[in-house]
């Protein structure tokens, strides 16, 4: 099994930056397809930024140039560097890990982080 980890969160106010981790632990952790997704109230949960083991990444076009996704190969750790921060940006963020890239929907991913929250005044 893959456990994550996720941790970061706050309360900014608008214009700040985050960084989120995702601490990856188990069997072949490092080698996953790791994404974070959001989820704001009464709305779908939505893919953010992803990371593939080969190192290549994604972030959603409408967080491009806001938002950065990179892995500490060191402590198998995964970042989501979150600047000028808006309030649409407040949301419950979660990592998600799957040894295979099969997509950005939820059902793609087994393994869930437990969440950090994100909101932004």
């Known amino acids: 099994d893959v456990q994550l980890v996720e941790s970061g969160g706050g309360s900014v106010q608008t214009g700040g930056s985050l960084r989120l981790t995702c601490a990856v632990s188990?069997?072949?952790?490092?080698?996953?397809?790791i994404v974070w997704f959001r989820q704001a109230p009464a709305k779908e949960r939505e893919a953010v930024a992803g990371?593939?083991?080969?190192?290549?990444?994604w972030v959603a076009p409408s967080m491009e140039g806001r938002f950065t996704i990179s892995r500490d190969g060191a402590s198998n750790s995964v970042y989501l560097q979150m600047n000028s921060l808006k309030p649409d940006d407040t949301a419950m963020y979660y990592c998600?890990?799957?040894?295979?890239?099969?997509?950005?929907?939820?059902?793609?991913?087994?393994?869930w982080g437990q969440g950090t929250q994100v909101t932004v005044s």
């Open positions: 998600a890990g799957s040894p295979h890239c099969a997509g950005l929907k939820t059902y793609h991913y087994v393994y």
């Open positions: 188990g069997d072949a952790g490092s080698q996953y397809c």
């Open positions: 990371l593939l083991s080969s190192g290549a990444t």
